[in-house]
């Protein structure tokens, strides 16, 4: 069985998710929509996509592919992923979901009532180093996590374009690179529910009416507390995209480097247990950690089934964020409802 998936959108992370679905064996792209007709014919033309749209309706109703991967700006997740759930298309969609979680949940219940899958891009879930120390933690070697971690940094670089305009945005660099953190972290975590979230965010470093800076501190149902930075631009980072540090009651790991610190009483020294993978590596986003998300995706999509992670994880993340701009505004800690 052969699923035909179409993408809407021809930048960067399009291309990503291209050549992920042509490395797929029982995958292939068939249709592109994008609203620069030169850039869209050149981006069909490099992967040999045979069919070219300029609107995404149209290409719905085309009904030439079976899934819809969205690589659009972020105030077009929404209007995008609705208009495939709705006649029965299965939706991957770019991180953040939506431009806040009342969109959010619309697409989440639009892919419950109509029994179709709706994958959220969060791709760090799928990369090898997260899934070793996510085994680490599943194994109890940590004991009970207390506190963790995480960084959602560029350094001396930041995006521009339409990711710096909060009309077509929703959010900057926290909604941009600080969701890679939280969802990691809660992915580590296993899952918990947020409780509250208090933020501190800011605008240093570049023209936009978005942030380039941000801290959140989020409590999580299970105790645990998720220290998270996110920027743009940034002069220093500790760590680079999706690091993240677990701290537990028998010992210490994370990810980027990759390994546990675990206290040895009885020889008085740290025991280092390496995951073996290499730090820094060649790339820190691999085209490999994309092939596997997209695997999940395309199974689900051959299943019928719910992927995780799926409209409820996105639409979580997306609370998050939200209570995250608004303690900013508050400067108070704002519950997660």
Same mark, same amino acid.
């Given at each position: 069985m052969t699923i035909n998936v179409a993408i809407c959108g021809t930048g960067y992370i399009a291309r990503i998710h291209a050549r992920a679905i042509q490395n797929i064996h029982?995958?292939?792209?068939?249709?592109? +929509?994008?609203?620069? !007709?030169?850039?869209? +014919?050149? *981006?069909?033309?490099e992967f040999k996509i045979p069919h070219v749209f300029d609107d995404h309706r149209?290409?719905?109703?085309?009904?030439? &592919? %079976? =899934?819809?991967?969205?690589?659009?700006?972020? +105030?077009?997740? =929404? !209007?995008?992923?609705? &208009? =495939?759930?709705?006649?029965?298309m299965a939706v991957m969609v770019e991180k953040p979901m939506? @431009?806040? /979680?009342?969109?959010?949940e619309q697409m989440h219940e639009a892919s419950v009532k109509n029994s179709v899958p709706l994958m959220v891009a969060h791709c760090w879930r799928f990369d090898r180093d997260v899934l070793w120390l996510k085994k680490q933690v599943n194994s109890g070697r940590l004991g009970h996590v207390i506190?963790?971690?995480?960084?959602?940094?560029? =350094?001396?670089? #930041?995006? /521009?374009?339409? *990711?710096?305009?909060?009309?077509?945005?929703? #959010?900057g660099a926290l909604a941009d690179m600080g969701v890679h953190a939280l969802d990691t972290a809660r992915f580590l975590l296993g899952d918990p529910q947020p409780v509250s979230v208090y933020a501190r965010i800011?605008?240093?470093? @570049?023209? #936009? %009416?978005?942030? %380039?800076t941000g801290v959140m501190l989020v409590t999580w149902d299970n105790g645990v507390h998720s220290y998270i930075e996110s920027g743009w631009w940034q002069p220093h980072t500790d760590g680079p995209e999706a690091a993240t540090q677990l701290y537990g009651t028998h010992g210490f790991g994370s990810v980027f480097p990759t390994r546990l610190e675990l206290p040895n009483a009885k020889k008085r020294k740290v025991d280092i247990i390496d995951s073996g993978l290499p730090f820094p590596r060649?790339?820190?986003?691999?085209?490999?950690m994309y092939d596997r998300q997209m695997a999940a995706f395309i199974q689900s999509v051959k299943d019928r089934s719910v992927p995780k992670p799926g409209g409820m994880e996105g639409m979580i993340n997306m609370k998050v964020l939200d209570?995250?701009?608004?303690?900013?505004?508050?400067?108070?800690?704002?519950?997660i409802k």
């Open positions: 029982g995958a292939r792209v068939v249709a592109v +929509a994008g609203h620069l !007709p030169e850039k869209t +014919a050149a *981006f069909a033309t149209a290409l719905i109703k085309s009904h030439l &592919a %079976d =899934a819809l991967v969205i690589c659009s700006p972020n +105030a077009l997740h =929404a !209007p995008q992923t609705l &208009a =495939a759930l709705n006649v029965g939506a @431009m806040n /979680s009342r969109e959010a506190r963790t971690k995480g960084y959602g940094v560029h =350094a001396n670089w #930041g995006p /521009s374009g339409w *990711f710096t305009e909060r009309r077509l945005a929703g #959010g800011g605008t240093h470093y @570049m023209d #936009g %009416d978005v942030d %380039d060649k790339e820190q986003c691999p085209q490999d209570a995250a701009y608004r303690s900013a505004k508050s400067g108070k800690v704002e519950a």
